[in-house]
């Protein structure tokens, strides 16, 4: 089953580029200030290009973003997606890196911002110091690192491309530059590929191939802490690209293929050995996870479906929290001062952890959609959606 034109075509806009780190240490103008978009330039400056992604730490305070904007920050002159970071609160923005081509990571702490440059290199940039490690991956296509917020690890990889770029998943430790392949099977495995990990970067989905290249294993878990890795119930639909993993290990978020359904959203409990699906069953378009929140409770949602919540008319693709406690849903891509609807609606920000706020209250969605008086460029911008 494949997704409908209409959502490939938003997620494929919503993952395209790099993200923009802002700095926290001005103070911030005793003037009111615009706290969205999230991605902002110094002085509040509202950017002349489009934001590709983002990544927001646990409190939703930092944001790492890309985007093709020239006006962030002064002096950027080079045409290209660059990378920037900024505390929402503050007047500046600073750009971490330019000429990136993989999505923005900032850890859950907001201290350190994990980039894909174009030329090659990975890296994991220091706020606190401003210290960076770069180096270059085997991989031809690795995702952007996923960053411990202690700065110790760093784990990244790539899934199965039909045969396209070789997979691989890795945890490296960031002080020794040694890498740590995810554990595969013995005689006659062959290289693993990476999925996904929890935010605190301890638990890692992978699975391995064997000798001819064929996936073999099933889905894997790998907890690094306790060195040990499950084997996950076949029932848990893992497509790729659009699974997570809560920071305790537990709860997975995944997707459903039931035959004669769209694509929708479940999370699986690993201690209960069951799976619940969100509360609308059968939704009338696809739908599948952008985040879990840390303790499992809250599931970001992306959908096109309008049966999620009652008048859902703007026909787009919007963002939803599924909150499993009181088994509600509640779409979060609307306007900041009336909390209407978004004509364009929204997409995910980015692909993997730094989407969420760890209590899963607000998460960051693209959107085209002025949501936000100060918001006139008409292009792409990251907002946190409440």
């Known amino acids: 089953m494949r997704t409908s034109t209409r959502l490939r075509t938003a997620l494929i806009a919503t993952l395209a580029g790099a993200a923009m780190i802002a700095a926290a240490c001005s103070p911030a103008p005793a003037a009111s200030k615009p706290l969205n978009p999230l991605t902002l330039g110094t002085n509040f400056v509202v950017g002349n290009g489009s934001v590709t992604s983002a990544?927001?730490?646990?409190?939703?305070?930092?944001?790492?973003?890309t985007s093709t904007s020239t006006n962030l920050v002064a002096g950027d002159n080079n045409g290209l997606i660059d990378l920037f970071l900024r505390q929402r609160n503050t007047s500046q923005t600073i750009r971490v890196k330019?000429?990136?081509?993989?999505?923005?990571y900032i850890s859950?702490?907001?201290?350190?911002?994990?980039?894909r440059a174009v030329t090659g290199e990975l890296g994991v940039y220091n706020r606190i110091n401003a210290a960076r490690s770069e180096w270059t991956s085997s991989l031809i296509s690795p995702t952007t690192p996923v960053v411990a917020p202690d700065g110790g690890?760093?784990?990244?990889g790539s899934p199965v491309s039909f045969g396209l770029t070789p997979p691989g998943c890795f945890a490296r430790d960031l002080a020794s530059g040694v890498e740590t392949p995810c554990p595969a099977g013995g005689p006659g495995a062959g290289?693993?590929?990476y999925e996904t990990t929890s935010a605190n970067t301890r638990y890692v989905i992978y699975y391995w191939n064997d000798l001819g290249g064929f996936g073999t294993s099933g889905w894997r878990m790998w907890d690094r802490v306790e060195e040990d890795v499950t084997t996950l119930d076949p029932s848990i639909v893992i497509f790729p690209g659009y699974a997570y993993v809560s920071d305790d290990g537990r709860y997975i978020a995944a997707t459903s293929t039931a035959p004669g359904v769209p694509f929708n959203t479940v999370v699986a409990d690993l201690e209960t050995l069951t799976i619940t699906t969100q509360p609308i069953a059968s939704p009338n378009g696809a739908t599948v996870p952008v985040e879990i929140s840390s303790d499992g409770s809250k599931v970001l949602i992306q959908s096109e479906a309008s049966n999620l919540v009652p008048n859902d008319t703007n026909g787009a693709v919007d963002m939803f929290i599924w909150d499993r406690t009181a088994n509600t849903v509640?779409?979060?891509?609307?306007?900041?001062?009336?909390?209407?609807?978004?004509?364009?609606?929204?997409?995910?920000?980015?692909?993997?952890?730094?989407?969420?706020?760890?209590?899963?209250?607000?998460?960051?969605?693209?959107?085209?959609?002025?949501?936000a008086a100060v918001d006139t460029n008409g292009l792409a911008d990251g907002y946190m959606m409440v």
């Open 98 to 104: 330019e000429n990136v081509n993989g999505g923005a």
């Open 55 to 65: 990544s927001i730490s646990y409190d939703g305070t930092w944001t790492a973003f």
């Open 191 to 193: 290289t693993t590929a």
């Open 153 to 156: 690890t760093a784990v990244y």
């Open 108 to 115: 859950t702490n907001g201290q350190y911002v994990a980039y």
């Open 330 to 371: 509640k779409r979060i891509s609307r306007y900041t001062d009336t909390s209407n609807q978004l004509p364009n609606g929204a997409g995910r920000c980015g692909n993997g952890p730094g989407q969420f706020r760890s209590d899963g209250t607000g998460g960051c969605g693209l959107t085209t959609s002025p949501a």
